[in-house]
């Protein structure tokens, strides 16, 4: 018995560019991926796994110290010395494994991802051991600048409150919604997710602060809580 096809989660692409030029007249250009080399990005990525930012960065520091912020050195470090140079950004040990298998694969790969396409390139990080869908968007838009869209719990927080999707949505049919709505653009996907990371830590946070969002008029979450107020 054939099965129905469930349909595909739509965005409207307007009001999400209305959103973006929002957050972006309130905060400004944020400047992301705040790193020195394409590596420093992938390794970010990893380590900023279930841990805040800044705890990436005291790690990152740790291994720039040592000038160890690179591939061959992280490659041949024995793990548990890696493990405590990156403890900074918690769950060291499961990470410092994380990043031997990154390294072995650009090893493996040097000079063969560059020239694959944006579909093959994300499944070719997807394999490697410890990386999932939103570390591998990570490195593809801000290590190769290709045009995916990053999907977090940011994400889905403020664009659930704003009613534009569900709170649950797959990971997969939330990317490929903004990618339709939005267009391949890489340096707005670039922007934007930095923007919705900065508005999700100062105004929608888990108990947010509608009186300083920018989005606030346009929200189905402000608007009830306020008809409830």
């Known amino acids: 018995m054939a099965t129905l096809k469930e349909s595909p989660l739509k965005l409207d692409g307007r009001r999400l560019r209305t959103a973006y030029s929002q957050l972006l007249q309130r905060y400004g250009p944020q400047h992301w991926w705040p790193a020195d080399s394409a590596f420093e990005v992938m390794v970010g990525a990893v380590l900023t796994q279930n841990t805040a930012w800044s705890n990436v960065e005291r790690a990152i520091q740790n291994l720039k110290a040592i000038e160890a912020l690179d591939l061959h050195q992280i490659d041949r470090m024995p793990p548990d010395e890696l493990a405590q140079l990156i403890r900074p950004a918690g769950y060291f040990n499961v990470k410092a494994r994380r990043l031997k298998h990154l390294c072995s694969f650009l090893r493996a790969h040097a000079g063969q991802l560059q020239p694959l396409s944006d579909k ?95 989005l606030a008029l346009e929200c189905d979450w402000a608007v009830q809580q306020h008809a409830l107020a």
């Open 120 to 214: 093959a390139l994300r499944r070719a990080f997807l394999s490697v051991n410890g990386i999932g869908p939103e570390t591998a968007d990570d490195i593809l838009l801000y290590a190769f600048e290709r045009p995916v869209f990053v999907i977090d719990a940011y994400t889905r927080r403020i664009f659930s409150r704003l009613g534009m999707v569900p709170a649950h949505s797959a990971y997969e049919a939330l990317r490929l919604a903004f990618e339709r709505a939005l267009g391949p653009d890489p340096e707005l996907f670039n922007e934007y997710h930095a923007l919705i990371v900065r508005h999700a830590k100062e105004a929608c946070r888990k108990q947010p602060d509608c009186t300083v969002c920018c």
